[in-house]
């Protein structure tokens, strides 16, 4: 293959003494970097950084937070452990654990509920697939840190009262 008529590549350009040794672009590198330095400093509104945690982005209506379990009016879980969630969750995170419910009208009730929300993906399709409208994803909380991992696998107690501030 022939090289010939091809424009020349950069590495053929000849760099003067200061270009050589990255002096003077460095320079302009750190007068670059002074400048938005100072121009952030004086135009502190105009900065796209948000000052988390003191400032929170407000998301839409429709954002799916974390899960809530629905109560009924004494207070008990509305779900009635159908499983129906667990079958269509593709994230396989929802664990529950049915039992008799001591009310005749009501056939079951979750022993225990279980989310681990690292392997959830907020898709929402728990919410979708429940018949009785027992587990929602409209908390708008989207901040969740803890400091185990035992800790993000979340029970029913914690889904019935969940209105912390995503830290655990
Ligand atoms: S939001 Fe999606 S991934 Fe998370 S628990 Fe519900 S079905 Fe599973
Ligand atoms: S689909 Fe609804 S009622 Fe059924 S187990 Fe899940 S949360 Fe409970």
Request: glycine share 8%; aromatic share 8%; hydrophobic share 30%.
């Amino acid at each position: 293959m022939s090289f010939e008529g091809l424009p020349k590549g950069s590495g053929d350009k000849k760099r003067s003494f200061l270009e050589s040794i990255y002096l003077w672009e460095v320079l302009r590198g750190l007068g670059v970097t002074a400048g938005h330095l100072v121009r952030n400093i004086l135009h502190t509104d105009d900065m796209p950084t948000m000052q988390y945690p003191e400032e929170k982005r407000v998301y839409g209506g429709r954002f799916r937070g974390r899960h809530r379990l629905m109560k009924r009016e004494d207070g008990s879980p509305k779900c009635v452990a159908c499983q129906m969630c667990s079958t269509y969750c593709p994230a396989d995170c929802i664990t529950i654990v049915g039992g008799e419910h001591p009310d005749p009208k009501i056939e079951k009730y979750p022993v225990s509920f279980e989310i681990d929300l690292l392997r959830c993906v907020y898709c929402g399709l728990c919410e979708e697939a429940c018949p009785c409208d027992a587990i929602r994803l409209d908390t708008g909380i989207y901040e969740i840190a803890a400091d185990s991992r035992e800790k993000f696998v979340v029970d029913k107690d914690f889904l019935l009262t969940n209105d912390t501030d995503g830290t655990f």
